[in-house]
């Protein structure tokens, strides 16, 4: 059973939440374009300063259904389910206390977690790159499968987006989310014919006014492509994918992308500390950069999108005419 707030959406299009990148002020216009805006727990310092995007956060959407009589979507936030991150017990007690409707969890998908925020009617989504992880996730209850397949920014997979999505959904009945390259309304498209019921949305969306993102990485993206993209776990102890030139500048050269490091988000009640300082200058990406040419707001992009996934929508309709 798909989640219910996939209907009332204008596009079926989540924005990742992204580790420095996302912010209160992208969350919110997503919200209020019609699509789930997200942004991570750390991206805070730490947990009264979460505690205050969240609140800053439902307050603006709450005056923006009052202004204008329009149901915002939902927000999310990234939670890193994992032993090195001190904070996770004190992050999802604000999360319970405010209910906040969707929960993302990373690194471990947890049922005492997933009945927590079930308690007061919030969803889990949990992200994926193997059918293995799927399958922990699914027993643990979660609501929904984020499926990061080859090519998605940030802590990707490497197995091709038809195969993961075919055997997710051979055994998991509920919300399937695809990430990895989508760009544009038909790659939004594509992601439904491909069975997913969501498209998860990163990397074009570090490219919007509203995001946190450097002059200097909006403007690598643009100038990048795919074959500027490095998987590599030297930065951080997971594999990733990183935009080449970011790692170039840091003196990350190609015989240390094999290379592997313990995984530690640091042991200070400062849990982002240490990852921030890594990723802070090594700028992260997915392949989609290729389509990726200009930096607008979030509305501009979504009613670009809108038009693409409208258009991409009308020409199957137009083939399946064609061929019955």
């Known amino acids: 059973m798909k989640a219910a707030f996939i209907d009332q959406l204008q596009l079926p299009v989540v924005a990742a939440p992204m580790f420095l990148i996302s912010g209160p002020q992208l969350v919110i216009e997503c919200c209020k374009q019609g699509i789930v805006g997200t942004f991570p727990a750390l991206n805070q310092r730490t947990t009264d300063g979460f505690e205050s995007w969240v609140i800053e956060i439902k307050d603006a959407l709450a005056a923006f259904e009052a202004e204008t009589g329009k149901k915002a979507a939902p927000f999310g936030v990234n939670l890193i389910v994992h032993h090195t991150n001190p904070r996770l017990e004190a992050d999802l007690a604000v999360c319970i206390k405010h209910k906040v409707p ?43 499968l984020i499926v990061v397949a080859a090519g998605a920014g940030g802590h990707a997979g490497i197995t091709n987006p038809m195969s993961l999505v075919a055997e997710v959904r051979s055994f998991f009945d509920k919300t399937i989310l695809l990430s990895g390259c989508i760009s544009n309304g038909r790659d939004v498209a594509s992601a439904l014919q491909m069975g997913a019921d969501l498209a998860y949305m990163g990397t ?99 009613q670009r999108m809108k038009n693409e996934f409208i258009a991409a929508i009308e020409e199957q309709q137009n083939n399946l005419a064609r061929f019955r």
């Open 102 to 144: 969707l929960i993302i969890t990373s690194l471990g998908a947890v049922s005492q977690l997933v009945d927590a925020v079930h308690s007061y009617g919030g969803q889990v989504f949990h992200d994926v790159i193997k059918k293995r992880h799927a399958e922990k996730a699914a027993q643990a209850g979660v609501d929904g």
């Open 204 to 302: 074009r969306f570090i490219n919007v006014k509203e995001s946190n993102a450097d002059d200097g990485y909006r403007q690598m993206i643009i100038d990048s492509n795919a074959s500027d993209i490095v998987y590599t776990a030297a930065v951080s102890g997971v594999s990733a994918n990183f935009l080449r030139p970011s790692l170039e500048a840091m003196g990350i050269t190609e015989e240390m992308w094999g290379q592997h490091k313990k995984i530690d988000f640091g042991h200070e009640l400062d849990a982002a500390k240490a990852e921030a300082k890594a990723w802070k200058t090594i700028w992260s990406a997915g392949q989609g950069v290729t389509s990726i040419q200009d930096v607008l707001s979030v509305k501009e992009l979504l």
